[in-house]
């Protein structure tokens, strides 16, 4: 019951964010940031740490998953 109220609710939530974020989309290709980061290759250096850390938080939360689940094995 809270599961299906708790799901709706973060639905509603994420509609209503995307339709914000999509009405203050402002054109970002031409600014000095991106030309610099795009001209130097740096872009690319930038997604890569993205991906690492997003890694990163994967595997701990996959690590903390298991370490989870033998504690409650354990307490069984």
Do not use: H, W
């Not at 740490?49 to 938080?57: A, M, N």
């Not at 998953?65 to 354990?74: S, Y």
């Amino acid at each position: 019951m809270i599961y299906r109220i708790f799901s709706r609710c973060l639905t509603i939530m994420l509609l209503l964010i995307s339709f914000v974020a999509s009405a203050q989309q402002q054109n970002t290709e031409t600014g000095p940031v991106n030309e610099l980061f795009r001209s130097n290759g740096k872009i690319y250096v930038i997604v890569g740490i993205l991906v690492i850390i997003f890694l990163g938080i994967v595997l701990f939360l996959v690590n903390l998953d298991r370490k989870i689940k033998k504690l409650e094995d354990r307490e069984r």
